[in-house]
């Protein structure tokens, strides 16, 4: 039999078995000079995108009843706040393209920042904006006369509509300038050769190659190829875009590299809530568990952005519960290298998520529903270092074998939630069946947390007998 040292020194090794080393020791690691600026930033913009509201609520109802609009409220009561200079919404706020549901938009809008003036409106279309009167059947039915349902759609006359609702012109391809900055956007349906030729135009006007101010791309789907190969030679622009609700709370997929143009999804701030999580794979070789909402969180998530004289900083927010911080911002140097768009660069400011001295593994017995004997872990929220985040949590456990280890992954409860809105004050459950686990009546638990860049913390180990 391996005696317990000589098991708890063989779980450094197995560690490094699942695909990360164990990091040095230390809250953080040395951080880029000037990095969480304290001066005042010379833009600041907010980000949401499929928001989703509808006239009705799955499929009982009348027309009329619609999703709260609340998360999208919140969302703007925080940019208020924060004294934002413009909104970005990246499409997909008329869940079935009715006039309705982008109106619900226009009156959050202006309870928040009243019907003239506010920040400058940054959005585009999605394809529910465009297309969604023809998802299912919902709009048919209950407008069966074609006359009325032309005059319940947005896509009847866009233009109009929206000039109506948002008090604006709108255009297939728009350029706004804020505060010095230029945001370009694209709505829904248009080819982004429209917005290269747009770009094109306006950079024979306006400086657009400045390293150190970044101009913008708003688009509902990811931009494709032609808008990357010519936009990306610059290095100095950045795209944000819908569609997918995948969840921020994951780094791997917030950003993302397009053909050298960096790129970042915006999630879901709709009613339900965006789960999204994905990406898995970059963070840990073992099965992650735990995936349903109930243990994650539904969140609601957005970002904001400030852009300063040489960096810019990205703040990502869950909007489920008021407003709170999904973890670590990114922060991105202008003129550097290598190229600050690096998730390499950003594990260099994020450090390690460390479990606190007073944390404890709890491992017991317990029958599962179908009467199966299992060992639940209930591990501690990892919360020791406040510049990083706990994503998931790594399992070893080892039997008197030795050789015979079980790995395990687990989302962190509450790992789409905004810090501090954990639920069971972020203990984070995992059962395991007996018959999963190595041979012996005596087994030694380790877990170790992650960030969802797969940076990870010093591992808490206990004993138990079987």
């Given amino acids: 039999m391996k005696s317990k040292v000589s098991r708890r ?37 907010g980000v949401v995108s499929d928001t989703h509201l509808r006239t009705m609520h799955g499929s009982s109802g009348k027309p009329g009843h619609n999703w709260p609009d609340k998360y999208f409220a919140a969302a703007l009561e925080y940019f208020k706040r ?22 619900f938009h226009a009156n959050a809008w202006n309870r928040v920042f009243g019907p003239s003036g506010g920040p400058v409106k940054l959005f585009v279309t999605g394809n529910h904006d465009a297309e969604g009167a023809r998802y299912g059947d919902f709009v048919e039915k209950n407008y069966p006369d074609p006359a009325e349902r032309a005059n319940h759609v947005l896509a009847t006359d866009m233009a109009a509509n929206w000039e109506r609702i948002w008090s604006e012109k709108y255009d297939s391809v728009w350029h706004k300038e804020v505060k010095g900055y230029h945001f370009f956007g694209r709505n829904w349906g248009v080819d982004d050769a429209e917005l290269v030729r747009l770009v094109e135009e306006t950079g024979k006007t306006v400086r657009l190659d400045d390293p150190a101010r970044p101009f913008f791309f708003m688009t509902h789907s990811r931009p494709v190829a032609p808008l990357r190969k010519r936009v990306s030679a610059k290095r100095n622009a950045v795209s944000f875009f819908g569609h997918n609700h995948w969840s921020i709370a994951n780094w791997n997929m917030a950003y993302l590299y397009y053909g050298r143009l960096p790129c970042f999804e915006c999630a879901s701030c709709e009613p339900r809530g965006c789960s999204g999580l994905a990406g898995d794979a970059w963070i840990t070789k073992a099965k992650l568990e735990g995936r349903d909402p109930a243990n994650t969180g539904k969140g609601r998530q957005g970002y904001v952005v400030c852009m300063y004289d040489d960096m810019m900083v990205l703040e990502r927010h869950d909007f489920s519960d008021g407003e709170a911080s999904l973890g670590a911002d990114w922060v991105m140097p202008f003129g550097k290298e290598p190229h600050p768009f690096s998730k390499d660069e950003l594990k260099k400011v994020i450090g390690e998520p460390q479990f606190s001295k007073s944390g404890k593994l709890r491992v017991e017995s317990v029958k599962l529903e179908s009467g199966e004997e299992a060992v639940k872990i209930s591990i501690p929220l990892a919360d020791g270092n406040p510049d990083s985040r706990v994503y998931a949590y790594e399992v070893v456990v080892i039997g008197e074998a030795g050789s015979q280890k079980l790995f395990k992954a687990v989302y962190a409860a509450g790992c789409n939630m905004g810090i501090g809105h954990e639920p069971n004050g972020g203990v984070t459950t995992l059962e395991i069946a007996k018959d999963e686990l190595p041979p012996g009546q005596s087994l030694t638990f380790a877990v170790r947390p992650l960030t969802s860049l797969g940076t990870s913390g010093r591992p808490i180990i206990t004993d138990f007998k079987v």
């Fill in 82 to 103: 924060r004294g934002v200079d413009a909104v970005v919404h990246c499409g997909d706020m008329a869940h079935r393209g009715q006039v309705e549901e982008m109106q």
């Fill in 9 to 45: 020194d063989l779980l450094k090794s197995s560690f490094a078995a699942i695909g990360f080393a164990a990091l040095p020791g230390g809250f953080l690691f040395a951080s880029p000079e000037g990095w969480k600026p304290d001066k005042k930033p010379n833009l600041v913009f």
